[in-house]
Each structure stands twice: as C-alpha cells, then as structure tokens.
T-cell receptor
Framework: DTEVTQTPKHLVMGMTNKKSLKCEQH?????MYWYKQKAKKPPELMFV???????INESVPSRFSPECPNSSLLNLHLHALQPEDSALYLC?????????????FGPGTRLTVT | AQSVTQLDSHVSVSEGTPVLLRCNYS??????LFWYVQHPNKGLQLLLK??????LVKGINGFEAEFKKSETSFHLTKPSAHMSDAAEYFC???????????FGPGTRLSVLP
C-alpha cells in the first residue's frame, strides 16, 4: 500500500475559526511533510517531521501548528488564518532522510479562508 | 545550493506525437532526481527517479528520463502522447542527506486531439 490519505478534501473556514487537517500513512515511513501549494506554482515546504520530531520549520507563521502524534499520523492545526492562506495543502511521506528516497504525496486538502 | 530549471512553462503536443519536457539542475552533490505529475486538483504522483544507478530511467505510463551529468540535465520523454497525459509536471532534485526536495517551477503539458 503506497497511499497517503488526507482529510478533509475541502475546508472552508472563517478567519476566527480553529480547524485541523489530518494526514495518515501506513507504509512505515519515518519522515512526513506538509506543503502549501498555490495555483500554478510548485509545492512550498512548510514542515518536516523525522522520526516524529519536528526537524524543519520553514519560517511558517505561528497560525499554522503541526503535530505528529505517532509515526503514521500528521496533523496541521489552523487558527486565525488569513485569506492569503487559501491554497492546496499537501502531505507527503518518505522512508527517511536518505537522498534516494522519494516522497509519496496525498491528494491534498483544498482550503478556503473567508 | 541546489536549483532546478524547467525550460518550458507550457508544452503543447498532438495526441500520438512524442513528448519532451526539459529539466536542468544545479547541485553541489551527486543528486537524486525525480519527475512528478500532478493532474488538476490532485496530489503529486511519482513518475520516475534517478539515484546514481542506470542513467536511462524508465517510469510509469511509458515515460523515460535520461540523466546526463555533463549537461546537468534530466529530460522527460514519452514516445506517444495520450490525452490523459495532460497535466503539470515537476522536476525535483535532492542533493544531500537531510536536504529536502527542491522543485522546479513546473511545465504544463497540453495534449491536442
């Protein structure tokens, strides 16, 4: 099974709401990633978890808060977002940090902030 | 430092004709290189990868790519385009342990009937 699942598929939230995005993989991968993708642009890395520890935070605003409860799950908690945060949020996983390891991507959550 | 250039932002081909999507990279280390495809409103799917083994890499759906170190290129080809190949294609480089993926800007492939 080479699947990464993400829920929900679509999310509309107001600027004062709190919501969470969820990502799950059952491939035994030890690295998990959050990306943000705007229309007609490549994905931008937000966070990396390696062996359930946050290893990279690409200067993401604190209104985005990642969490890795276990090696299969990755959450992204959202609070007080801005309209410019509307985007496709992609989760990915890989076996680990080795150069040769590819990333497997989920289908994404389409987020709209009103 | 690493970077990826995809020379064409948009490529248009007729169904049944060959596809060529160009990618050049810069890396201080022996890189791993990947091609991903993204259909509209979908996630990214791995087409193929190069990791210092054979320089001609075969992927899914009839795609191939050749790693040319002297030209720092990793161009993606397919002998005969299909309508379902219309999508966005990303070339990605990873050059050092722990360094993350560096994406190219993407090439949008259109396939005309």
């Amino acid at each position: 099974d080479t699947e990464v699942t993400q829920t929900p598929k679509h999310l509309v939230m107001g600027m004062t709401n709190k919501k969470s995005l969820k990502c799950e993989q059952h491939m035994g991968h030890r690295a998990m990633y959050w990306y943000k993708q705007k229309a007609k642009k490549p994905p931008e890395l937000m966070f990396v978890y390696s062996y359930e520890k946050l290893s990279i935070n690409e200067s993401v605003p604190s209104r985005f808060s990642p969490e890795c409860p276990n090696s299969s799950l990755l959450n992204l908690h959202l609070h007080a977002l801005q309209p410019e945060d509307s985007a496709l949020y992609l989760c990915a996983s890989s076996q680990g940090d080795r150069v040769s390891y590819e990333q497997y991507f989920g289908p994404g959550t389409r987020l709209t902030v009103t | 430092a690493q970077s990826v250039t995809q020379l064409d932002s948009h490529v248009s081909v007729s169904e049944g004709t060959p596809v060529l999507l160009r990618c050049n990279y810069s890396s201080s280390y022996s890189p791993s290189l990947f091609w991903y495809v993204q259909h509209p409103n979908k996630g990214l799917q791995l087409l193929l990868k190069y990791t210092s083994a054979a320089t001609l890499v075969k992927g899914i759906n009839g795609f191939e790519a050749e790693f040319k170190k002297s030209e720092t290129s990793f161009h993606l080809t397919k002998p005969s385009a299909h309508m379902s190949d219309a999508a966005e294609y990303f070339c990605v480089v990873r050059g050092k342990w722990g360094q993350n993926f560096v994406f190219g800007p993407g090439t949008r492939l259109s396939v005309l009937p």
